[in-house]
């Protein structure tokens, strides 16, 4: 199942296998690094067609300061906050308590449920862009804030819950046990013994969750039409002209637009190891 390690005493292979990853990760890393290239040239070397040679001057400043000077990109970074912080928090609150409870009590129906949640992931979202835009528009939720982020939590929820409901039902039946001897209700049980222990996995859904959420493309632009509430993914869209494109602003405003995630993924890095440490035995 797992790849076989090259012995050391296999040079050539050993070559080729470093060779060929090392072309990989090239290959994977031009794009992402001809993005950060334009982004540092001028509006006068792009239009030359210089795109793959060295900038004749970095104007990185100049291009970075511009995309929130000269562009409204500023607004678009407040609206994507505005909408994927709310649906991070509402899936991880949603998942968890779906479920603990889909993997610890047991109830007519059960099964069918979380068929429900697993099935829904299988649905392509283009088939369901003319049903929700209907129900927007029916609620009177198009177009605003709301509308994005009721319908990423409810789209994301299904693979949270089954996320956390594996999760949940793998931690050791003696702890619920117990919490149950010692007259805990439910909801401690939920508060004081799985939640610590289920931080890991609430740190890698918050992770997965707000990078969907705030990478969103295709929703921003089926339920928001103004500026006003576009997120960044379709507001980046505006920074091209009818005639002429600033390409170098695009690609600075599409680092910055890059940089959200990451700064996500090594804040929640300090909670996997927290979470791995609680219960740990001492002495």
């Known amino acids: 199942m797992y790849p076989r390690p090259i012995p ?5 292979r050993r070559a080729a296998y470093v060779s060929l990853v090392a072309l990989v990760l090239v290959l994977w890393l031009l794009p992402l690094m001809t993005v950060m290239m334009t982004s540092l040239r001028s509006f006068e070397e792009v239009m030359a067609g210089n795109y793959w040679g060295w900038p004749k001057s970095f104007n990185l400043v100049e291009n970075y300061m511009a995309v929130f000077t000269q562009t409204a990109m500023a607004k678009y970074f407040l609206n994507s906050l505005i909408i994927t912080l709310p649906s991070v928090l509402g ?25 429900l949640f697993v099935g829904g992931n299988f649905l392509p979202a283009q088939i369901m862009m003319i049903p929700v835009r209907d129900l927007m528009v029916s609620l009177d939720l198009y177009d605003t804030f709301y509308a994005l982020i009721v319908f990423h939590i409810a789209f994301q929820t299904g693979f949270a819950t089954l996320f956390m409901r594996n999760f949940i039902a793998a931690l050791p039946d003696e702890l619920f046990q117990a919490a149950r ?10 508060r004081y013994v799985v939640v610590p222990l289920v931080r890991p996995a609430l740190a890698a859904l918050a992770i997965l969750t707000f990078t969907f959420v705030w990478n969103d493309y295709f929703w921003a632009i089926v339920l928001t039409q103004s500026d006003a509430v576009k997120p960044v993914t379709a507001g980046l869209n505006n920074l091209r002209g009818e005639w002429v494109s600033a390409w170098n602003l695009v690609a600075a405003a599409t680092v910055m637009i890059a940089i959200p995630p990451v700064v996500m993924f090594f804040l929640m890095q300090r909670h996997f190891i927290a979470g791995l440490t609680v219960g740990a035995v001492k002495g």
Request: no cysteine.
């Open 8 to 12: 050391e005493h296999a040079p050539l």
């Open 91 to 115: 899936v991880l609150v949603l998942s968890t308590l779906t479920g603990y409870v889909l993997s610890r009590h047991r109830f007519p129906g059960a099964n069918l449920m979380f068929a």
């Open 181 to 190: 001897s010692e007259g805990a209700s439910p909801y401690q049980t939920l």
